[in-house]
Structure formats: C-alpha cells, structure tokens
C-alpha cells in the first residue's frame, strides 16, 4: 500500500523532471485512493493536479450532514477548509519552501483551494453514499530539472496520508462543530428564501457584528472594537429558523429604503454588509444572518467599462451626434451611462433588489436640482435621473432599492423607509423625513417618470461574438479542453494563433482576468467593480464557462450544443401556436438562456460541468459519476449576475435583439 509509489518516486530520484509524466494514474493507499491526474511539465509549469477518494465505508460522513444540497455544500466547505487550515497550519514545515533560484529546491507544496468568509460550492471537496472525494494540486519537487524523489515521496506517501486521516475520516472532526457548521448555513439559506414571503428585501439580525478590518480585508474587527446591531423597535421582525430557533433583527421592507446619516457613521459598511448577503457566510463571521434576496446587486458607476448593444433609454436620451440609447455600445461609458447600464443589464438577467451607495454613484445620475433644471433645460439634458424612476422602478416592475445617502435630501420624498445611521446603530427615522418632506419641499420640478420605459430586451448576445475568426481546429479544441499547464500549448497560446477568444482561468484574479482576443495580445477584462464577487475561485469559474460558452457556441458545434440546451421542449399555447421553450441548435441562445442553462448544469452536476467542454455526454439529464472528466481544483460557484456581467464587459461582445 502506497509501496508501489514511494518505490516510484525513489526509483526516479535525480532524473529529469519529465519522467514525473510516467506517476499518471491512480495508487491504492490502506483508507483511500490517490489519483494523479495530469503531471507538470517542470517545476515552474502551474502544479499537478491530484485527487483522493476516500470510500464512505472508512469516511463514515453521516448522511444528515450531506442530504440537501444546501447541506452538501456546507460539509463540502467545511471540509475544505480544514484541509485548508491542517495544511497551511501544520504541514507547513514539512512542505513550504520559499521560492528559491534554479538549481535549488523547488516546489513540495500541496495546494488547496483557498476559501474566504463565504460558504460556496466548489470543486475542491465532493460528497456522496459511496465516497468524499477531494481534489487538490502538489508542486512536484525538484532541483533544476532535477527530480527530488525523495521529498515527492515524503509528500505524497507521509504528509498527505496525514492529511488524509485529520480532514477527510469523520471521526477526526468534531462532530458537534461540524454539525453546527451545516445547520447554521442551511439556516441562513432558510431565512433567505423567506424574505420574499415577509415583504422584505433584507434583514440583519440583532447583534451582528458588521465592520470589516480593512478595506482589503473581508475579516470581522474584534468584538470590543465593535457597535453591535440593533434594529430600531419599528422595523423589527422574527423569523422562525429549522435548527436555531427564533431570531430577531431589522427587516429591510420592499420598496425604496434610503440609509441616511452623517459621515463615518456606518452607513456603507451596513449596505456593504447587506450585498454579501446574497451568500452565507460561516459561523463568527458576524455576518451569517445578515441576508437579502438572492436576485439583489450592487449598482456602481464604473466610467471607462464596455457597453454593448444595452437598452439605457429608460435613463438616457437624446445623446449628442444622435448616438443611440436604446443600443448603446461604447468602449468607454461615463459614469452615469454606465450606471444606466449597469440597472438594465442586471434587471435583463431578472434582478429584483438594486443597492446604491452615494460614495460609488454618479452625482448626475443621481439628481438634477432646480437651480440644474433652469440652466439647463429638460430636452437638453440626455440624464433622467435615478430619483425620477426610483419609484417606478418598485411600482411598475416590482424592484426594491436600498439607497445610501448623505447629502442629497429630494429623495425622502421617494423613500417608503428612511433608516438613519448614527454612530453605528440603525434608528428608524421614516416619520420624521416625511414631515421634513413635506415642510421643506425641495423646490425643484417634478420630474419624476409615470411609466420606468423600455423594460431590458432580451439580447442574444452569442454566438458569433464569443467566437472570433474560424472555428477551433480539432488540435484546439483538444488543447481547450485539458487543464491549463499542460503539455500541450496552454490556453492563450491556442488563442493568439488567431482561432477565438478564450478566457483563460490560469491568469483569473479575483479582480481581473485575462481575455485573449484575435487582434489584442492579452486585454483584461477588469472585475473590480464586482463588489459581489469575493474570491479568485469564482472568477476562474467564470473564466472556465467563459471558455466553453466560446466553444459551444461555434457554429459548428450544433451537436454540442443541443446536448447543453437538451431538446427544445415545444409548449402548446392557448391560441393553439406553439412556443420553443429551449433555444434549439439552430437558434443562438440569449444570454439569459445562456445563463439560466448554466445555473441548472451547476445545480445538477457541480461545477465540473464547467470545463466538460467538448463532450456532450456531459451535458445529460444524469448526473454523471464524480471525476469523470479532469476538473479544476479551485472552482468556487460565481453567481449568475456577475457571470453576466463579466460577458457584458467583454470588448468583442456582438449583440442582436
Ligand atoms: P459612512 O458610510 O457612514 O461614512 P462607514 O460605513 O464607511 O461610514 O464607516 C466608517 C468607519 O466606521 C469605518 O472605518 C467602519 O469600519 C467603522 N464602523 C462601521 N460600523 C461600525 C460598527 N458597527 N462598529 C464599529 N465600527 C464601525
Ligand atoms: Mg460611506
């Protein structure tokens, strides 16, 4: 057990690092299986990625921490991030090497994926009846080009062992934590998919603890340092959670909220609380129970971003030089057209919630004061501000906003709530603005809007866009579908040979990933606005399906892609026509479809199905076995909205309507 590859490695000590090629495959160890998947090329390539199977037989997870899908995720989490701890914790000494120059010793480290505050679906740690599966990368060791076989044995038959039998058996783990962990996220998702039954948008529960240590930090200040919420008696709720009970907190109603306060007094730091809320967070985060609907996004303006083909004429009109607003394309948007393409792009995908922050808005988007409304006249002014359709917004199309506002008092007269922040503790303050409203009218023109305007079309966005030039060559497509760090050309390499456009999950940072296009070398495609994306592990998600979405959508990929959008259901209408439910081969896809689709792979098969790039059997009805196909170890699911508006940003994107 295991002999077969310490024998191996020893056997190949001070040999050049390409034999490490011949350890592919799969070792049999006394508890688990060790599988090694694809190899490095040498010691600088990106690592090798491995797998453990470790049978439920010895594991022995109880089915209780693993029978929904929300628990699933939470074991999956956990369990990941006690690998990630055992390993950076303890294992440190026996596998860290710093990085050293040629001809030392380089690499021995195991890598795992690395999670943050939020409990997400990924790829690092998979669970069902039969076995735990963990999935995971090594730098083989080497010296030069010289094979240590002597450290790759230490690694791979003491250390992992080790790592092994603390993490992946569950009578390592204390069972009361672990059990605590999955019930307070499937809690946390309960309350979530509550909200919309209670007429709220959000909620924060009494005693959560929302500062962060920095802006650079996602980690929670300590307890004394901290004011602890406290919702206002007016606006408080209870919810009734499955495992912890009754919980009281803040309801954000429906509507328009506006969080006033004077400066420093806490008020972006609850609205930035409030967008994480879309995910669960783990237990001391501060957070956990601070929740909003899934369906609610961050609005920013974001001058310099790409546009293309967007309907923004709820929002802008009569452009100079006749530019088109309702599809508008620009290299280069100003801070109030991008906000307005922001709102309509995230509504396109079916947005319900919309959070501003006066700190990140344009002040143009925002307002036009009276003094503004005489200068310069209405038909001159291409701007409606988002005070003129803030109501409508929620009236006509049934979307929420929170807004945060310091300065600008015209919108307490909009706003159903006005919480105010002061000195860190929410007071509801509704009353008061509406009598303030009503004794100091503003004086400036209603303008407010009676109907929100062309509600987002759907565009199809695909295919021709996603795919620039002549399809992939079978050569290609090949190299597109093996992991980054291949023997074969990588990725980019493929790209700049002028076939498409790849997103290439190997340069994915949490703020930016690189986008290789025919004519470009390497654009970005910058994320860092994405206030709701929060680890490097979901932008390499969005990379991936980046990736395959160009493969797909090849106009020769017909067999391919009606194995992604399974048969086009026709559905009998009551006039007797009929409707294509499912786009069919011959049709391209909008990009809600594309997504929508996406989202129900992910639900059904996990994330692996993100890089099953050129194998329709993948796209099945049945849940294919785990591992079936070489899967990333770092994948962490990225909502649909950011996934979107990662396409939306993409500077070849061609649209239609
Ligand atoms: P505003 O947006 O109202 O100007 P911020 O939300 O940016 O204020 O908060 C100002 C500072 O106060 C930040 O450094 C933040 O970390 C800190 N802070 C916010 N809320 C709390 C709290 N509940 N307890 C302690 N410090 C807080
Ligand atoms: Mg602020």
Known sequence: FGGELRGKLQKMDGNSYGHYKSLTGSYIFPNYTLFVDHVQSDPYASPSWLRIQVSQTVAKFPKNLYDTTVRRIALCDYICRSLYQYNSNELTDATHRSPSRWGQTKGGQIIIDVPGQQVLQRTAVDINDEC????????????????????????????????????????????????????????????????????????????????????ASDLPIAVDQAVLFQSPASLEVTFDLPHRGTITGMGIKRGVTLIAGGGFHGKSTLLQALQCGVYNHIPGDGREFVSVDRNTVKIKAEDGRVVTGTDISPFIGNLPMKKRTDSFSTLDASGSTSMAANIQENLEMGCTGLLFDEDTC?????????????????????????????????????????????????????????????????????????????????????????????????????????????PPTAKSCHSIMLPYGSSHPPVNKVESAGNNMQADESYAHKDAMSVAHRDDDKPSLNLVHFDQLKETSQTRTIAAILTST????????????????????????????????????????????????????????????????????????????????????????????????????????????
């Open 132 to 215: 735990i599966e963990f999935r995971f990368a090594v730098n083989l060791p080497g010296r030069g080009r010289t094979i240590m076989g002597q450290l790759a044995s230490r690694v791979l038959t003491e250390t992992l062992p080790r790592l092994v039998e603390k993490c992946l058996f569950y009578e390592s783990h204390d069972s009361r934590r672990v059990l605590e962990f999955v019930n307070c996220i499937d809690d946390q998702d309960v309350l979530r998919e509550s909200l919309v039954s209670r007429g709220l948008l959000g909620f924060v529960r009494n005693g959560s603890l929302l500062p962060r240590r920095s802006g």
């Open 362 to 470: 344009a002040t143009n988007f925002l307002i036009r004061d009276l003094r503004m409304q005489m200068l310069i006249p209405r038909e001159d002014e291409p701007i409606t501000p988002l005070i003129s359709k803030i109501g409508v917004l929620w009236t006509e199309l049934g979307v929420s906003s929170v807004l945060v506002i310091g300065g600008c008092g015209d919108y307490l007269d909009t706003a159903d709530t006005v919480i105010r922040m002061n000195r860190y503790q929410p007071e509801d303050i509704t009353a008061e603005a509406k009598k303030v409203a009503r004794s100091h009218p503003t004086g400036s023109l209603n303008e407010a809007s009676t109907t929100y305007g062309n509600i987002p079309s759907r565009r199809v966005s695909l295919p021709e866009s996603l795919i620039k030039g002549k």
């Open 550 to 657: 160009a493969y797909l959508t090849q106009p020769s990929a017909k067999k391919l892609r009606s194995a992604f959008f399974g048969q086009p259901a026709v559905m009998e209408t009551t006039q007797g026509n009929t409707l294509t439910q499912r786009p069919s081969p011959d049709r391209s896809p909008t990009l809600c479809e594309l997504l929508d689709r996406w989202e129900a792979l992910m639900d059904t098969h996990g994330l692996r199905i993100v890089t099953a790039r050129n194998d329709p059997e993948q796209f099945g009805e049945v849940q294919v076995p785990l591992s079936d196909h070489k899967v990333p170890y770092n994948l962490s699911r990225p909502r649909k909205y950011e996934l979107g508006a990662a396409i939306n940003r993409l500077k070849d994107l061609k649209c239609s309507i």
